[in-house]
């Protein structure tokens, strides 16, 4: 029952091992190297990775080669779990060995095998093959010698350290490709002792190296050659440019076959490490000169480039920090691009420029964009247009310079009287002083210019008189008001003490127009007599004479309301006698009341 | 013979009489010149030559609260564009010597509101953050007295005098008794301003004469030592644009004291009387 049960998943993983295979890609690679001696033995393989059918293996005409041994066959199988997962690979190669028999290119044909049923076939591969120049050295050091002399053995071209520059005729920022590169004869242990290339003027930026070893042609000798760092150098100064040797140490392992005791199992050989300090050899590159003629605008950059400009809004209040954007995307020296210049109307403060980059090193040099940000703020309201701003970079294609220029942009600044207190903050971060964006000095004093500053007054010597001055006017002031007081009050005493003569003199005229019965005559000059009595013995000013104010005089001075109200009567009848016609004896009458009331009220304000 | 004695003695006598008038006279219209050069350099944005001709403007005599204010602001403004252009702000001592004019321009007219402000925000550019909170009282009376000058407030305490005095003498000629009343009273409370005006003007004129306040100019490190030597102790190292108070001198050494108290010796060429 077990039994059957694991039959049966063998079966299923079986069938679907089949179906794995069957459904996967095929892939059939011929790999051989691409330069080779006329002296070589080379390997070269057809790997297929599939269970190839039987006997379909058809490999190709040898052409210009001799075929020493092959083909050999040989098989991989292996199944993996991963996480619960399988995966199986299956690899068939079939091997030969071969030697050239003639020099130049040669290209071997495409080998072809039938996998259920369908016929694949390899790209056909091209081969150099190439005589040595030293021929009896470049065989005898590759690292099998007889010499017992390890140090020997490894010959002075077996390694080689190079630096290989794209370009040793450049401008001055323009992008070098520098590759460093080893180059080998032999098997190498181990590279050690680093020593970083340094530069020395400039600027250098090391790229991601994922090179594959491969095989070289140099000075008439065929190398293993590696990529051990690539560089993109941009030089920052012009004239000749000296790049100082890279030096590393390498091991080389060298196995000899020692005469003296010869090991029955181990053959009697024995490894030796030989350790080489190998250097590039110097190199210079000539930096040449821009062309005589640059624009204003120039400032060293060199690649090729576009420009852009953003302005965030066309109209915008007084006061408030504003920021345009410039940004210059391309290939070439961005990294040292300066700020082109932005030149703004003279009521604009211009703050200091915030630079983003985005910039990627690659093979080609250096790529992306570079944001200059210029943050501003407007003093004044109006219409404003700002200059375009003027980007220069030398492009090493035409070997001219190219100009960039942005519209000119006009905006229009509002005030809306509340940009003084308007708190918006420039965005830009980074820089403590930007903060106070929106705080600064106030403007000079544009007045004329003022006389020289004024003594002080204070204790001075007319601060003093000044107060001399205040006082003695005082006193002047109060002596003659104080004089004029006492005449006025003496004028009064004597109006007041003449009060009842001059009334006695008017009564007394008025007595002769009585006599005379002139009617009108009498009570005109006895009413003057009365009026002018109280006038003057209460000095009071005639035009301010009514009965209500006699009264409230005769109040005031504790005169008996009787009295008032008799002198008051007295001065109605006249009144109303003056203009009717009325007999004698009211003359007389009246003429007597008015005596008696000026003389009791004469003896009651004494 | 004699007549043209005479003759010669009079043209000379003029000639000496008129010297100094004509002198004075170019020096006004070279001052004026200096002054229009340097507004117009300034709002060319060209801060040195601002800093020269208000500089000069200075030399020849017009040492105006407008003038120092002109030449602090040249000076901000020039420490400030180069240290745009070079990120190293204020480096040869410029914020020192703007604060400096801002506090002569306040010396001169302690009203001066533009001043004020824009020495508040010199002030923020130094590292000096120890400032010492005065006492309400004498807080109150400093803002009190600093908004005047020392002259109005004279010619305010002079009204105050005679408003006084014309009070005096209605209380003393009036018959009518509310109105010596109201006299009397008014008279005393502007005998009281007319003294407080008066104390205010002399307080101003004593603070505008002194000269004990000075300003850290230099830019290099600034070593305030504890005994006039330069091998003493080092206690503090003011930063370019502080105030201090100079409380006395020895050679080549100031002692000088803090806003908080604290005091030390300081060489005389480091720092600048207001």
């Known amino acids: 029952m077990k039994q059957a049960f694991l039959k049966r998943l063998y079966l299923t993983f079986a069938a679907m091992f089949c179906i794995a295979t069957a459904n996967a890609q095929v892939s059939f690679t011929a790999e051989a190297p691409t330069i080779v001696t006329l002296d070589d033995y080379f390997r070269i393989e057809f790997t297929v990775d599939a269970q190839p059918d039987n006997g379909s293996f058809r490999a190709p005409s040898f052409e210009g080669f001799d075929i020493v041994a092959g083909p050999s066959t040989s098989t991989g199988h292996s199944i993996q779990y991963i996480n619960g997962r399988q995966s199986s690979s299956f690899s068939c190669t079939y091997t030969y060995l071969l030697k050239p028999n003639s020099t130049g290119t040669h290209t071997i044909a495409p080998a072809s095998v039938a996998v259920d049923g369908k016929v694949y076939s390899t790209q056909p591969l091209l081969m150099e093959v190439v005589k040595e120049q030293n021929q009896s050295s470049g065989q005898s050091s590759a690292g099998n010698s007889n010499t017992n002399d390890p140090e020997n053995s490894v010959k002075e071209e077996d390694v080689l350290l190079l630096l290989k520059l794209s370009d040793t005729e450049v401008y001055k920022g323009e992008p070098i490709h520098a590759s460093l590169v080893l180059y080998t004869r032999t098997e190498i242990q181990d590279v050690s002792n680093w020593e970083m290339p340094s530069f020395e003027g400039f600027w250098s930026q090391e790229l991601t190296t994922n090179s594959y070893p491969s095989r070289e042609l140099y000075n008439g000798l065929v190398y293993d050659t590696h990529e051990l760092k690539e560089y993109i150098i941009s030089p920052q100064q012009s004239g000749k440019l000296q790049i100082d040797p890279v030096r590393l140490s390498i091991v080389v392992p060298v196995v000899i076959q020692n005469s003296r005791y010869i090991d029955p199992f181990m053959g009697g050989r024995e490894v030796y490490y030989v350790t080489r300090e190998i250097a590039t050899p110097a190199q210079t590159v000539n930096v040449k000169e821009f062309p005589a003629g640059a624009p204003k605008s120039f400032a060293g950059a060199v690649g090729e480039f576009s420009m852009q400009c953003s302005m965030p809004e066309q109209s915008f209040a007084i006061h408030t920090s504003q920021a345009i954007e410039l940004t210059i995307a391309g290939n070439g020296n961005l990294k040292f691009i300066t700020a082109p210049e932005l030149r703004l109307p003279e009521s604009f403060e211009l703050y200091e420029k915030k630079v983003t980059d985005n910039v990627k090193t690659s093979i080609n040099g250096t790529s992306g964009n570079i944001v200059f940000t210029y943050p501003f703020v407007p003093r004044a309201a109006g219409e404003f247009t700002i200059e375009p701003i003027e980007f220069t970079y030398f492009d090493t294609e035409s070997n001219s310079y190219k100009t960039l220029a942005t519209d000119p942009m006009n905006i229009s600044v509002v005030d809306d009287g509340s940009g003084s207190t308007h708190t918006q903050k420039a965005d830009v971060d980074g820089y403590g002083r930007m903060k106070q964006l929106n705080r600064d000095i106030r403007y000079i004093h544009t007045d004329k210019l003022a006389e020289a500053a004024p003594m002080t007054l204070v204790l001075s010597p007319g601060y003093w008189l000044t107060i001399v001055v205040l006082i003695a006017l005082f006193i002047v002031i109060y002596v003659i008001m104080r004089r004029r007081i006492r005449q006025n009050r003496n004028i009064v005493a004597r109006r007041m003490k003449r009060a009842d003569k001059i009334a006695v003199q008017r009564l007394r005229i008025a007595q002769s127009y009585m006599q005379q019965n002139n009617r009108h005559a009498f009570y005109e000059e006895l009413l003057r007599a009365v009026w002018g009595y109280i006038s003057d013995k209460f000095n009071i000013p005639v035009s301010n004479l009514t009965k209500e104010t006699i009264r409230e005089e005769f109040y005031r001075r504790n005169i008996s309301a009787t009295d008032a109200e008799e002198f008051c009567e007295v001065i109605s009848r006249a009144d109303e006698a003056q203009y009717t016609p009325s007999s004698d004896g009211d003359m007389n009458e009246i003429y007597t009341d008015a005596i008696d009331i000026i003389s009791r009220i004469e003896s009651a304000a004494k | ?274």
């Open chain 2, 1 to 274: 013979m004699r007549i043209s004695i005479i003759r010669k003695l009079t043209a000379v006598a003029l000639l000496l009489m008129s010297a100094p008038i004509a002198t004075a006279a170019d020096n006004r219209t070279e001052a004026d010149s200096s002054w229009e050069k340097g507004i117009k350099a300034y709002a060319d944005r060209e801060y040195d030559q601002a800093v020269e001709e208000f500089e000069a403007v200075v030399e020849r005599g017009f040492a105006t609260a407008d003038t120092y204010y002109n030449l602090a602001n040249a000076y901000f403004k020039l420490g400030q564009t180069q240290s745009s252009a070079s990120g190293t702000g204020f480096a040869n001592g410029e914020l020192g010597r703007a604060i400096l004019n801002y506090q002569r321009a306040l010396k001169m007219d302690p009203s001066m509101e533009d001043a004020a402000y824009n020495l508040d925000l010199a002030v923020d550019y130094t590292n000096d953050t120890e400032s010492v909170p005065e006492g309400v009282i004498s807080g109150v009376w400093t803002s009190v007295r600093d908004s005047f000058t020392s002259n109005t407030w004279t010619i305010v305490s002079l009204i105050a005098l005679t408003l006084t005095l014309a009070h005096v003498l209605i209380y003393l000629l009036s018959h009518r008794v509310t109105l010596r009343k109201v006299a009397f009273f008014a008279a005393i409370l502007l005998f009281i301003a007319f003294v407080l005006t008066t104390w205010l003007a002399i307080s101003q004129r004593s603070s505008q004469e002194s000269h004990d306040r000075a300003v850290v100019i230099c830019n290099s490190t600034t070593a305030v030592h504890a005994s006039p030597d330069s091998s003493s102790k080092i206690i503090r190292e003011p930063s370019q644009g502080v105030t201090l108070t100079i409380t006395r001198a020895l050679g080549e050494w100031y002692e000088v004291m803090f806003a908080d108290g604290e005091k030390g010796w300081i060489p005389s060429s480091y720092i600048e009387r207001i």
